[in-house]
């Protein structure tokens, strides 16, 4: 049986397209402008063509000759200029008035167009839906309505659908204007302090960290929070630096209240989620294991639903910005799920009564 086909763009190392393939679908065309995540892009998807190129040069047309038919676009623009971070860099424009925003959200409707797919995927940070981006939004819905498509868009929590992280993510989903609405996917956790009947509690880091043992000599030379690593050891598990501050009641207050950002001497708790694992590794921005030391790569793999086999080339900093960087893939296999129930049967169906439909034209002339 044929896998329906998709195109994945600003891939990564691919977490999109591993939550794709596990539905059942195949990515044939993957593209990132890093060659470090092309190398392991490649290494992790052996039977489709990785292209290491910036967005603006790939030819979406020759694509879909090459295959006659692609039924998904699967892809999140880099997300910076649209990110929280994005509100104290004041030098930097934000969100499509930021040349690489534009660029990259314009060549993302760039390939929608040329490829026509049955549907899109299209993720960002929570932040793409905040008012100063709010242009970036108009621009993503005008463009869907020009070019024939319905979208459906909401910020949804990982952590709500079994991955063991808070992460909010901005998913949106495009659909050819003949197919029925989607369906957004029931959520499967909650939060624990305020469980939903018929829901799972949020998954913890002690649940998928639990049984990771490593030598204690080791941990001593991962030890994190650089020259505040002796105040990260007094944090407790899933605080951060407001701890030492006066309006949390420490007695010494160190800090003034959100001073910092907030990954500031973060600890994880093995009785919650992770908090979003960033692109970048630092010496004082967690979060940070609660035995007060750096993650290690397959932690933080773990904490974004990857699987052990799952390959990651390069050096520390390198697998970190993949892992970091990536859609964690059972979010993304939910999407992938839905869009494959919701739709396939019912695109063929569509397919079918619309060429019947241009007979009957033709032979009542």
């Not at 060659?35 to 020759?62: G, H, M, P, W, Y």
């Not at 200029?81 to 930097?92: G, H, I, L, N, V």
């Not at 299209?122 to 005008?142: M, Q, R, S, T």
Request: aromatic residues 14%; charged residues 30%.
């Amino acid at each position: 049986m044929t896998k329906p086909k998709i195109v994945s763009i600003f891939s990564g190392v691919g977490g999109v397209d591993f939550g794709f393939e596990e539905a059942g679908f195949q990515t044939v065309f993957a593209s990132d402008i890093w060659d470090r995540a092309c190398e392991s892009l490649q290494q992790n998807f052996t039977d489709c063509e990785v292209v290491c190129d910036d967005i603006v040069n790939i030819d979406f047309k020759k694509i879909k000759a090459k295959h006659n038919e692609v039924d998904g676009l699967v892809g999140g623009p880099p997300c910076p200029p649209f990110s929280k971070s994005r509100f104290y860099r004041t030098e930097k424009d934000r969100g499509i008035d930021d040349i690489d925003g534009f660029t990259t959200v314009s060549n993302y409707i760039r390939a929608v167009e040329e490829l026509e797919p049955k549907f899109f995927f299209f993720e960002n940070v929570a932040g793409f839906v905040f008012k100063p981006h709010k242009a970036a939004l108009e621009l993503l819905e005008k463009e869907s309505e020009r070019l024939g498509y319905k979208i459906f868009h909401k910020v949804v929590n990982a952590a709500d659908f079994g991955v063991a992280q808070t992460r909010q993510r901005f998913i949106c989903i495009g659909v050819k204007k003949e197919l029925d609405d989607f369906k957004y996917p029931e959520t499967t956790h909650s939060d624990p302090k305020k469980l939903i009947k018929g829901l799972k509690p949020w998954v913890t880091c002690g649940d998928i960290l639990g049984d990771i043992d490593f030598d204690l000599e080791e941990d001593e030379k991962m030890q994190a929070g650089s020259k505040h690593k002796n105040l990260l050891k007094l944090i407790p598990p899933g605080d951060n630096y407001l701890y030492f501050t006066e309006e949390r009641g420490h007695p010494n207050p160190i800090f003034k209240w959100r001073s910092r950002y907030w990954s500031f001497l973060l600890k994880l708790s093995p009785d919650r989620p992770s908090w979003t694992i960033q692109a970048s590794h630092s010496n004082n921005m967690g979060p940070f294991h609660w035995k007060n030391r750096f993650l290690r790569i397959q932690e933080i793999k773990r904490i974004q639903s990857f699987k052990n086999n799952h390959i990651f080339l390069g050096n520390f900093r390198e697998q970190w910005r993949q892992v970091g960087n990536a859609v964690p893939p059972k979010l993304a296999n939910v999407f992938a799920e839905q869009l494959k129930s919701q739709y396939f049967n019912n695109y063929e169906h569509t397919r079918h009564d619309n060429t019947r439909q241009e007979r009957l034209k033709i032979s009542s002339y």
